[in-house]
C-alpha cells in the first residue's frame, strides 16, 4: 500500500506541470482545430458543422500562394541573417578586451524592449518626410528628395519586406547571441591547443574545431528562432499591416486579418501554420540528426 | 456657398479619428458588469475617441455626461472606455466574439449585430426614438426594425491650400477631376504633394466612395453591390493616372488618412478631402492661417458633387447583460439636446436629433446644411458591409498600382459571395 503510494509520489510533484501544459498548451490546439471545422462568423457565434469548407475557401483565397512563399521567405532570410551575425557577433564577445562586460550587458537591449515599441521607432525613422534614415540619407545624397517614391521605403512592399526583415534580425541577434555565446564558453581549451600543436591555422580550426563543437547551440539557436519568426507579428503590423494590400503579409498577419470577417477561415489558417511549423521542425531535425548532437 | 459655410460645413464623425492618439487603446479585459451589491447596476460604455490629443478626449465629454447622470440615478454606474477610431471596430469585435459584451456602444455599428439578436431595438432603449433625425433611419435599420441610432452626422469636403495655389498660380479651386489633375501637378511641381490620396487601411472606403460618386457610381446600386461598374473602375482609372504622374503622394496605398491630414495641416499638400475633423488638426498645428486655406463641395468627373458622402456615428444597446430599463435611463439622459448640442461644438459635427437640429437650424453656419443632410450619399447598411469594409480598407489602395477592373471586380466578388 505505501509502496504503491510511493510510486504515485512523483505523478503527485508534476501533476501541477502537466495540468498547466494540458490547460495552456493541449487545450487551446484542441479548441483551435474544432473550431477550424465549424463555420463560425465575425461575431464569433457558432453556426454549426462547416466540414473542410473552411480549408476549401482558404486554398482559394487569392492571396494565399503568395502570402505562403513570402513567409518561407521572411523565415529564412530572417533566420539566416541572424544565425550568421551572430556567430560573429559571439565570437567577438569571447574575446578579452576592455568594456566586455558593458557591450554584454548592452546587447540585451533589442531582446529587452518590447518588439511592438522596436518597430513603431524604425516606423518613425522611416517616415518620407521626416524620419531621421531618410534625412541622413539625403543629407549624405542618397535619398534626393524628401517625401518621394525613393523615401517612402515602407511604402514599396519590396524595401518594405526589406527593412521589416532587418528590424526581425535586430530583434532576434540578442538572444542568438547569448546562446551561441554560452556554447563556445563550453568548448575546452585543450581542443583549441591540440589543434594548434597539430598546425591546424585559425581559420582551419573554426571550421573544423569551433563550428562542429558549436552544432548543438545553433541547432537550438535555430529551432527557437524559426519558430519565433515565422509566428512573428508586431513587427509587420505596425510597420505596414501587411499592406499594400496583402503584398508584405506572413501568414500570421493573414490569419489576424481573416478573423474579422471569418473566425472559421482564420482557425484554418492556424491549424496550417501549426502544421507547417511541425513540418519545418521535423525536417530541419532529421537532416542536422539532432540525436547523435544533442543526445 | 459662402466661404465661412464652406470652411465648416460639417464632416465626418468617422472622420473624426484624427486622434489616432495610442494612449486611447481600450481595455477588453474587463467583464461586461452586473448588479454589485445593494442593487448597483454597472453599465459598460465603449465609444470612439473623436479627439485630437488629451484636451479634448471623447472619455471627457462622456464623463460629464456620466457624472451628472449618476448624481441623478445612484443606482447606476457607467464604465466608460474610450477607444482610437482606427482600432475601433476591431476592438468591438474582439469583445464580442469573446462574449464580453458591452452594454452601449458609440461608433461604428453593423447590422450584424442586429441579425445575430445581440441587439435591444430603439424604441426598447430610448423613450422616443423618433426624434432621431429620420434621414439615417435605414442605415440603423435591420428587417424593419431600428437598432442602430444615430448620436451625430457629418460628411465631407475638398479642403486646399491656397498659399500653394497662389503660389502655383491657381487661380480657382478646382470643380472637375480634370482641373484636379491639371492643379495638381502644378503643385507637385513646387515640391509638394498636389493631391492628398489617403487609401491606406485607415479609412480607405470613405476616400473610395467619394470618387465612385464623382462619376455617378458607389457601392450600390439599388441595393445590390456594384463596385466594379463603370463609373467606379473609371473613377480609379482616373486616379491610377493621377498617382503614376506623381501628383500624389508616394503609395497612397499605404497611407493612411490621420498621417496626410496631418501633413496638409503642416502646409505642404495642396488638396486633400477631409471633414471639419480636419479643422482642430490644421489649428493645432499652427502652420496655415485661417485664411491660408478654405473647403469647397468634391470634384467630381465634370463638375462639383451636389450629393456628398453622409455619415452618421451610431449608438447600439446590447442585449446580453440583459440591463435594458437602465440602459434606457442612461440613453434618454444623454441625448438631451444640451449634450447633442456640446458634441457638435466640441468636434465641429452635426446633431443626430430632430429636436437638436431644430435648435441649431437658426444657426448660420450648420443651418443650410442641416437642410442638405437628407440628401446626402450613406454607405450600404446590409448585414455583408462589415466584410466588404474590411476587404476594402486593406486592398481597395491596389486598384491605384495594379489593375483596377481587377481589384475591384475582386471585392465585387466577395462582397456577392458576402451577401
Same mark, same amino acid.
Given at each position: 500500500?505505501?509502496?504503491?503510494?510511493?510510486?504515485?509520489?512523483?505523478?503527485?510533484?508534476? &501533476?501541477?506541470?502537466?495540468?498547466?501544459?494540458?490547460?495552456?498548451?493541449?487545450?487551446?490546439?484542441?479548441?483551435? #482545430?474544432?473550431?477550424?471545422?465549424?463555420?463560425?462568423?465575425?461575431?464569433?457565434?457558432?453556426?454549426?458543422?462547416?466540414?473542410?469548407?473552411?480549408?476549401?475557401?482558404?486554398?482559394?483565397?487569392?492571396?494565399?500562394?503568395?502570402? $505562403?512563399?513570402?513567409?518561407?521567405?521572411?523565415?529564412?532570410?530572417?533566420?539566416?541573417?541572424?544565425?550568421?551575425?551572430?556567430?560573429?557577433?559571439?565570437?567577438?564577445?569571447?574575446?578579452?578586451?576592455?568594456?566586455?562586460?558593458?557591450?554584454?550587458?548592452?546587447?540585451?537591449?533589442?531582446?529587452? /524592449?518590447?518588439?511592438?515599441?522596436?518597430?513603431?521607432?524604425?516606423?518613425?525613422? $522611416?517616415?518620407?518626410?521626416?524620419?531621421?534614415?531618410?534625412?541622413?540619407?539625403?543629407?549624405?545624397?542618397?535619398?534626393?528628395?524628401?517625401?518621394?517614391?525613393?523615401?517612402?521605403?515602407?511604402?514599396?512592399?519590396?524595401?518594405?519586406?526589406?527593412?521589416?526583415?532587418?528590424?526581425?534580425?535586430?530583434?532576434?541577434?540578442?538572444?542568438?547571441?547569448?546562446?551561441?555565446?554560452?556554447?563556445?564558453?563550453?568548448?575546452?581549451?585543450?581542443?583549441?591547443?591540440?589543434?594548434?600543436?597539430?598546425?591546424?591555422?585559425?581559420?582551419?580550426?573554426?571550421?573544423?574545431?569551433?563550428?562542429?563543437?558549436?552544432?548543438?547551440?545553433?541547432? #537550438?539557436?535555430?529551432?527557437?528562432?524559426?519558430?519565433?519568426?515565422?509566428?512573428?507579428?508586431?513587427?509587420?503590423?505596425?510597420?505596414?499591416?501587411?499592406?499594400?494590400?496583402?503584398?508584405?503579409?506572413?501568414?500570421?498577419?493573414?490569419?489576424?486579418?481573416?478573423?474579422?470577417?471569418?473566425?472559421?477561415?482564420?482557425?484554418?489558417?492556424?491549424?496550417?501554420?501549426?502544421?507547417?511549423?511541425?513540418?519545418?521542425?521535423?525536417?530541419?531535425? &532529421?537532416?542536422?540528426?539532432?540525436?547523435?548532437?544533442?543526445? | 456657398?459662402?466661404?465661412?459655410?464652406?470652411?465648416?460645413?460639417?464632416?465626418?464623425?468617422?472622420?473624426?479619428?484624427?486622434?489616432?492618439?495610442?494612449?486611447?487603446?481600450?481595455?477588453?479585459?474587463?467583464?461586461?458588469?452586473?448588479?454589485?451589491?445593494?442593487?448597483?447596476?454597472?453599465?459598460?460604455?465603449?465609444?470612439?475617441?473623436?479627439?485630437?490629443?488629451?484636451?479634448?478626449?471623447?472619455?471627457?465629454?462622456?464623463?460629464?455626461?456620466?457624472?451628472?447622470?449618476?448624481?441623478?440615478?445612484?443606482?447606476?454606474? #457607467?464604465?466608460?472606455?474610450?477607444?482610437?477610431?482606427?482600432?475601433?471596430?476591431?476592438?468591438?469585435?474582439?469583445?464580442?466574439?469573446?462574449?464580453?459584451?458591452?452594454?452601449?456602444?458609440?461608433?461604428?455599428?453593423?447590422?450584424?449585430?442586429?441579425?445575430?439578436?445581440?441587439?435591444?431595438?430603439?424604441?426598447?432603449?430610448?423613450?422616443?426614438?423618433?426624434?432621431?433625425?429620420?434621414?439615417?433611419?435605414?442605415?440603423?435599420?435591420?428587417?424593419?426594425?431600428?437598432?442602430?441610432?444615430?448620436?451625430?452626422?457629418?460628411?465631407?469636403?475638398?479642403?486646399?491650400?491656397?498659399?500653394?495655389?497662389?503660389? /502655383?498660380?491657381?487661380?480657382?479651386?478646382?470643380?472637375?477631376?480634370?482641373?484636379?489633375?491639371?492643379?495638381?501637378?502644378?503643385?507637385?511641381?513646387?515640391?509638394?504633394?498636389?493631391?492628398?490620396?489617403?487609401?491606406?487601411?485607415?479609412?480607405?472606403?470613405?476616400?473610395?466612395?467619394?470618387?465612385?460618386?464623382?462619376?455617378?457610381?458607389?457601392?450600390?446600386?439599388?441595393?445590390?453591390?456594384?463596385?466594379?461598374?463603370?463609373?467606379?473602375?473609371?473613377?480609379?482609372?482616373?486616379?491610377?493616372?493621377?498617382? &503614376?504622374?506623381?501628383?500624389?503622394?508616394?503609395?497612397?496605398?499605404?497611407?493612411?488618412?490621420?498621417?496626410?491630414?496631418?501633413?496638409?495641416?503642416?502646409?505642404?499638400?495642396?488638396?486633400?478631402?477631409?471633414?471639419?475633423?480636419?479643422?482642430?488638426?490644421?489649428?493645432?498645428?499652427?502652420?496655415?492661417?485661417?485664411?491660408?486655406?478654405?473647403?469647397?463641395?468634391?470634384?467630381?468627373?465634370?463638375?462639383?458633387?451636389?450629393?456628398?458622402?453622409?455619415?452618421?456615428?451610431?449608438?447600439?444597446?446590447?442585449?446580453?447583460?440583459?440591463?435594458?430599463?437602465?440602459?434606457?435611463?442612461?440613453?434618454?439622459?444623454?441625448?438631451?439636446?444640451?449634450?447633442?448640442?456640446?458634441?457638435?461644438?466640441?468636434?465641429? $459635427?452635426?446633431?443626430?436629433?430632430?429636436?437638436?437640429?431644430?435648435?441649431? &437650424?437658426?444657426?448660420?453656419?450648420?443651418?443650410?446644411?442641416?437642410?442638405?443632410?437628407?440628401?446626402?450619399?450613406?454607405?450600404?447598411?446590409?448585414? /455583408?458591409?462589415?466584410?466588404?469594409?474590411?476587404?476594402?480598407?486593406?486592398?481597395?489602395?491596389?486598384?491605384?498600382?495594379?489593375?483596377?477592373?481587377?481589384?475591384?471586380?475582386?471585392?465585387?466578388?466577395?462582397?456577392?459571395?458576402?451577401?
Amino acid at each position: 500500500m505505501i509502496l504503491a503510494l510511493r510510486r504515485l509520489a512523483p505523478l503527485m510533484w508534476l &501533476s501541477p506541470a502537466i495540468a498547466l501544459i494540458g490547460v495552456v498548451v493541449l487545450w487551446p490546439v484542441v479548441v483551435l #482545430v474544432q473550431s477550424s471545422f465549424q463555420q463560425i462568423g465575425g461575431e464569433g457565434f457558432v453556426v454549426g458543422y462547416n466540414g473542410t469548407a473552411n480549408y476549401v475557401n482558404l486554398f482559394h483565397e487569392p492571396d494565399f500562394v503568395s502570402v $505562403l512563399l513570402r513567409t518561407v521567405l521572411w523565415v529564412v532570410a530572417v533566420v539566416g541573417v541572424t544565425v550568421l551575425l551572430s556567430l560573429g557577433l559571439a565570437q567577438l564577445f569571447n574575446q578579452r578586451f576592455p568594456g566586455r562586460r558593458v557591450t554584454r550587458w548592452a546587447l540585451i537591449i533589442p531582446w529587452a /524592449a518590447s518588439v511592438m515599441m522596436t518597430a513603431l521607432i524604425f516606423k518613425w525613422a $522611416l517616415d518620407p518626410n521626416v524620419g531621421v534614415v531618410n534625412v541622413i540619407l539625403h543629407r549624405i545624397g542618397v535619398v534626393r528628395q524628401l517625401g518621394s517614391n525613393q523615401a517612402d521605403w515602407l511604402g514599396n512592399p519590396t524595401s518594405a519586406l526589406i527593412w521589416m526583415m532587418g528590424v526581425a534580425v535586430f530583434v532576434s541577434l540578442p538572444f542568438t547571441t547569448y546562446a551561441l555565446l554560452s556554447g563556445l564558453q563550453g568548448i575546452s581549451r585543450d581542443v583549441y591547443e591540440a589543434a594548434a600543436i597539430d598546425g591546424a591555422t585559425s581559420w582551419k580550426s573554426y571550421l573544423r574545431v569551433t563550428l562542429p563543437l558549436l552544432r548543438p547551440a545553433i541547432l #537550438v539557436a535555430t529551432l527557437i528562432n524559426v519558430i519565433n519568426v515565422f509566428n512573428s507579428f508586431p513587427i509587420i503590423w505596425e510597420m505596414t499591416r501587411g499592406g499594400p494590400g496583402y503584398e508584405t503579409s506572413t501568414s500570421t498577419i493573414y490569419m489576424i486579418d481573416l478573423k474579422e470577417s471569418d473566425v472559421g477561415q482564420a482557425a484554418a489558417m492556424s491549424v496550417f501554420n501549426f502544421l507547417l511549423v511541425i513540418v519545418i521542425v521535423l525536417v530541419y531535425l &532529421s537532416t542536422t540528426r539532432w540525436k547523435e548532437q544533442v543526445g | 456657398m459662402d466661404k465661412k459655410f464652406a470652411r465648416r460645413i460639417s464632416g465626418a464623425a468617422l472622420a473624426a479619428a484624427a486622434a489616432l492618439a495610442l494612449a486611447a487603446c481600450g481595455s477588453s479585459g474587463s467583464s461586461g458588469g452586473g448588479s454589485g451589491s445593494g442593487g448597483t447596476t454597472t453599465l459598460k460604455l465603449v465609444v470612439a475617441d473623436y479627439g485630437t490629443g488629451p484636451s479634448n478626449a471623447s472619455a471627457k465629454y462622456w464623463d460629464t455626461i456620466v457624472s451628472a447622470f449618476e448624481k441623478a440615478h445612484p443606482d447606476i454606474k #457607467v464604465n466608460v472606455t474610450s477607444i482610437a477610431w482606427t482600432n475601433f471596430d476591431s476592438e468591438v469585435q474582439t469583445m464580442i466574439q469573446n462574449k464580453q459584451y458591452p452594454d452601449i456602444t458609440e461608433g461604428d455599428y453593423f447590422s450584424n449585430y442586429a441579425q445575430d439578436g445581440l441587439l435591444y431595438p430603439a424604441s426598447d432603449v430610448l423613450s422616443n426614438p423618433g426624434n432621431l433625425l429620420p434621414a439615417f433611419k435605414a442605415q440603423g435599420t435591420y428587417n424593419g426594425v431600428q437598432y442602430g441610432m444615430p448620436f451625430t452626422t457629418s460628411s465631407r469636403t475638398l479642403f486646399y491650400n491656397k498659399k500653394l495655389f497662389t503660389q /502655383a498660380g491657381i487661380a480657382s479651386a478646382p470643380q472637375t477631376w480634370a482641373e484636379i489633375q491639371a492643379d495638381a501637378a502644378k503643385i507637385t511641381r513646387l515640391g509638394d504633394v498636389g493631391f492628398g490620396l489617403p487609401l491606406g487601411a485607415e479609412e480607405a472606403q470613405a476616400e473610395s466612395l467619394l470618387w465612385m460618386l464623382g462619376d455617378g457610381g458607389g457601392y450600390q446600386t439599388a441595393g445590390k453591390y456594384t463596385i466594379n461598374s463603370a463609373p467606379n473602375v473609371a473613377a480609379f482609372t482616373f486616379l491610377k493616372g493621377l498617382v &503614376s504622374a506623381g501628383d500624389t503622394e508616394p503609395n497612397p496605398g499605404t497611407v493612411n488618412r490621420t498621417d496626410l491630414w496631418k501633413e496638409f495641416a503642416d502646409g505642404k499638400v495642396g488638396m486633400i478631402n477631409g471633414s471639419p475633423a480636419l479643422i482642430p488638426i490644421i489649428q493645432s498645428a499652427g502652420v496655415l492661417q485661417s485664411s491660408d486655406w478654405t473647403s469647397v463641395p468634391i470634384a467630381g468627373k465634370t463638375g462639383p458633387l451636389t450629393t456628398t458622402l453622409g455619415v452618421c456615428d451610431n449608438v447600439a444597446a446590447f442585449k446580453p447583460n440583459g440591463h435594458a430599463a437602465q440602459i434606457k435611463q442612461f440613453l434618454d439622459f444623454a441625448y438631451q439636446d444640451k449634450y447633442q448640442l456640446a458634441f457638435d461644438k466640441e468636434y465641429d $459635427l452635426l446633431p443626430a436629433t430632430t429636436t437638436a437640429a431644430k435648435a441649431l &437650424s437658426t444657426d448660420p453656419v450648420f443651418g443650410p446644411f442641416l437642410t442638405a443632410l437628407p440628401n446626402s450619399v450613406q454607405y450600404p447598411s446590409d448585414t /455583408a458591409w462589415a466584410n466588404v469594409k474590411a476587404k476594402v480598407q486593406q486592398t481597395i489602395g491596389l486598384a491605384v498600382t495594379g489593375s483596377p477592373s481587377t481589384e475591384l471586380s475582386q471585392l465585387q466578388q466577395i462582397a456577392t459571395t458576402a451577401s
